[in-house]
């Protein structure tokens, strides 16, 4: 969920605005996105989004947030045909104001003024930006990697980089998520060369490759040994088409002539003249490559004597269910091949120096990845000769403040998470989650009674019903007892005279609660529901 | 979930009885035991569980399954220890026949005789098994490592696998869980020497060392380093108390005078005299290092200068819930070390091929670990020139039937999961999880009509109550149109005269699901209650 605002008097520029999907306790929830407090209450200052690249934690949110903060989006040509998508399905495309940039180029924004630098990443057209204002340059890497031989386009511009930097810049925000690894990331370019191998080795069998749906790259390379083996491909999964359809549209990706076909169009072809392309590398349980392991994909089924490559590794929390889908692959005979079919799209610890000794920040902020990754980026800088006072790891809405006099931490702007459920942005905090933690724990006991407000008479009920808790036909007994307690402690408490109905309410609930607690260990939630007659 | 019965005739062995913990979707559930059905229907039959060693995924459905199968169990001497635990805790001592069997010890099962061979393992007095029977040799690795360096004990007895491998072996029951892994597994002591050198170069700081609780081998080590360090010891998390007390108890682990102390006194001890050896390596949320991290300790808070050393690796699946702790821990100032302080307790490929050299089976069945790594041995097992027709990848529940005439997969035994939740064993189906995963996504709502049955009037409701589904100040206006809905609905259905209550509820459980799908797009549990007035 990567968004930071840089603000100089009355200029506030937002620099990506992206989702992050929901932790493992965020029941039901769609999608997480961030909270904008901050720019609502200075909205007349903010003169635009400008976009690093792509991925949705990057460009995600923005349908959500342009409908708030409607504000002109900066971005290079292929994130903004990935975001162009966004606002489509949004019907935001007649309001939102859109500038393709170029590489070079500078925008003028408020006080300040920002140039797009070339770097290279996991999806095509990563940008990383020169913050130009009165205070002093800002250089932002965005997400990014060195690539000396990317597929598509040039290497990032690293003269660019040194000559910003021989101007002097006031601050590094350098992307974080490798810090903790040593050595370089290796160039795109290599897992072409794997490929490559790989086809050649597997001649006889239908191939299968999951990889990321954003990595055009990767598709690119793909395609290129697919063609070199004389094979056509398919693409399949519904993200992953979306993508390249755009590329394709935007020439960030270049296909042969009749190469790609119609998943229709397979049954024309032998298994060795085949290449799908799909979605699912993480183990998603709804993506194409899950489908066809479980079976329950609609046109293709996995078979003994295919070969699937995983072109991808796990992201972290992901290792369980890419087991579950490898081992469902293995079962019905496919051979399944994940090692070494993947580079990384971020800057390992000798680049992040390389960057460091190019831009020679005065303040160094690392950015992206976990805490951890930031403290490890700190460990660098440190390393490099950045004083420890002149390194910030800022924590969601930390304000830094950069002036003549120093830097410094200076108070909180309001950040969170709002939570998209449905069509509903928002509606869902954490009393209705904490009720779905406790519904999924141990389901739900009912309780309902007809009580005659009149004459303080049970006039029917107690029904007790229940979801979740347990199998009823090895329970009716249990609810039976429950029932009879409910009717007499209820029956006594009415003839006591007490026909304050919250009172009662709370009654059933601990005497109920207690009873379950006693009989299963468990503790549903308890429900008692009193309707007047 | 390690089982595994043996039969020859009118003889069943049961090798290992563990439990295994809920998946993600199984809402709710405690633990999980296997379906001892076959068992049951030959429950004369079964002369003894043989246990190869202590973790809980290879002892701890015993209790459960010992109330229905009651056949003394045979254990080496650790492993009884923290089998006769768990016995206690149920009220099973006096009705279990145990017996406490050394290495190079035969004990006569039947037609079975079964003797216990010295391996290595991540848990002190781990066994494998040589099964004799009238039909041959089966040797059974058990969890195992090859370790000539062991910290306590004897290194793996290779001389008597060889010996027995030299009478002739049908088959080889060999550990593959790190048969994925090329090389040989690293000796517990480096550890020690690792831990050694973070000591030395952490002489200010407080250190805090999680591992896994049951790592006997690993605590001392720990113990060992604070002792040369001379620092006072606290063993921290409940697991792991009693596993260092029972091994304590045995003299598995070896503890110099007033080097353990209680956690009340670490008061009386500069920080840099402490050591606490905890629980939560794999961040679960109970766990004492997790409750250190988030400040909800009630005896240890984390401070700047501390130093966390996590002498354990992520299981696959526990990655983000780690790094979590990590980050917080880091947040609080703590040095947190996590590389290369651990080594795993699991043969990798050159070991593996080690003994299949040394038993030289006519058959191979990999056992333990994911399908993908049994793959992976079937694979060694090739290149070691056992036919691939000799090699046998067994699913849950497979009969493998080894005769004069060979072996074959011939059929199935019934297999399953029995849900534990609370004290319910088994009470918790397909039903319940199916509505706990319900009630999870998007709640509950809840519709009551009162009905007289003998006007077929409504006489009260409808009321409707929602639970995890959105918060209701933000709904009550959906709240009450979906009210009116229903009102009109069901009136106007029993003025058309339908008094089947089961025909009203589906028009309930339609209009209202539909409703609520449209002004939503949520899918609640729609679960509506008649009461008969």
Known sequence: MNITAFRYE??????????????????????????????LDNIDKVKGFVITHGHEDHIGA???????????VYATRLTMGLIEHKLEEHGL?????????????????????????????????AAALAIYSPAGIVVHTGDFKVDYTPVYGDPIDLQRFGEIGKKGVLALLCDSTNAERPGFTASEKTVGATLDTLFREHKKSRIIVATFASNVDRVQQIINA??????????????????????????????????????????????????????????????????MASGQHKK???????????????????????????????????????????????ACQEDIKLIYNLVKPKYAVPVHGEYRHLVAQKEIARKLGIPKENTFILKSGDI??????????????????????GIGVGDVGNVVLRDRQRLAQDGIVIAVLGIDKGSAQLV????????????????????????????????????????????????????????IWKKTKRRPMILPIIMDN
Chains 1, 2 share one sequence.
Not at 62 to 72: F, M, R
Not at 96 to 125: A, P, W, Y
Request: glycine share 6%; charged share 25%; net charge negative.
């Open 226 to 291: 697919a063609y070199q083996y004389d094979r056509k491909v398919v693409v399949e999964g519904r993200s992953m088409v979306t993508v390249i359809d755009i590329a394709q549209k935007l020439e960030c990706i270049k296909v042969p002539d009749n190469t790609l076909i119609d998943i229709d169009e397979l049954k024309n072809y032998p298994d060795n003249k085949q290449v799908i392309i799909t979605t699912g590398s993480q183990g998603e349980s709804m993506a194409a490559l899950s489908r």
């Open 460 to 515: 029917s009920g107690p029904t007790i019903v229940s979801r979740g808790f347990v199998y009823v036909k090895e329970s009716d007994e249990l609810i039976e007892d429950a029932t009879d307690l409910v009717l007499d402690e209820v029956t006594e408490a009415l003839s006591r005279g007490i026909t304050d109905w919250p009172k009662i309410k709370n009654l059933v609930k601990d005497i109920l609660g207690e009873f």
């Open 300 to 346: 293709i089924s996995i078979k003994p004597g295919d070969t699937v490559i995983f072109s991808s590794t796990p992201i972290p929390g992901n290792e369980k269910s890419v087991t579950n889908v490898v081992n469902e692959l293995m079962m019905k005979g496919a051979e399944v091949i994940f090692q070494d079919v993947h580079v990384s799209g971020h």
């Open 10 to 39: 009355d200029s506030i520029i937002v620099v990506d605005c992206g989702l992050s999907f929901p932790d493992d306790d965020m029941l039901g929830i769609d999608l997480v996105i961030p909270d904008v407090t901050y720019l």
């Open 93 to 125: 495309m007649r309001s939102t104001r859109r500038k393709v940039v170029k590489f070079g180029q500078f925008i003028n924004l408020g006080d300040f003024r920002v140039e797009f630098i070339k770097t290279n990443h996991s999806i095509v057209d």
């Open 62 to 72: 923005l349908p959500y947030i342009l409908k708030e903060v409607n504000a002109p």
């Open 400 to 421: 830094l403040e950069m002036d003549a006099k120093g830097a410094r931490i200076h108070g909180k702007v309001p950040t969170g998470a709002v939570l998209v459920d």
